[in-house]
């Protein structure tokens, strides 16, 4: 929580401009459970990703993602650049943090299912 509260405080007095909002810890920690009991490895915590998606399948009647993709290489085997890690491979830190494989297989099925729609082919 200190940490939520130095990032308002240095946020607020360079980007007044902007409402900053904090989820609830509570929260997210019911959406880890949620997922650790249907098989997905959260590790030490979910991606804020699939934070994400969990909330927007609950508001939203029809949910496309894009740019889910827990592998380097795509499917023309081209590498895959990633604006969360600076264009590169995750191999420390949220890696070691976050299951990306079963998150995505868990997206996967849901995509499957009808739940969901994935899009891995779009050029970025």
Not at 26 to 44: Q, Y
Not at 86 to 91: D, F, G, I, L, Q
Request: one cysteine or more; hydrophobic letters at 35%; a positive charge.
């Amino acid at each position: 929580m200190e940490t939520c509260r130095r990032l308002l405080i240095t946020t607020r007095s360079r980007l007044k401009h902007l409402k900053i909002l904090f989820g609830n810890p509570n929260h997210w920690r019911s959406m880890s459970t949620f997922w650790h009991t249907r098989g997905v490895n959260v590790k030490k915590h979910l991606s804020s990703g699939i934070y994400w998606v969990t909330n927007a399948l609950s508001f939203c009647s029809e949910v496309h993602l894009y740019g889910f993709w827990p592998f380097a290489l795509n499917w023309a085997d081209q590498p895959v650049r990633y604006h969360y890690y600076a264009n590169e491979w995750p191999t420390t830190g949220s890696s070691k943090t976050h299951g990306f494989g079963d998150e995505f297989y868990a997206l996967l099925q849901m995509h499957k299912q009808g739940i969901l729609q994935i899009h891995t082919n779009c050029d970025s």
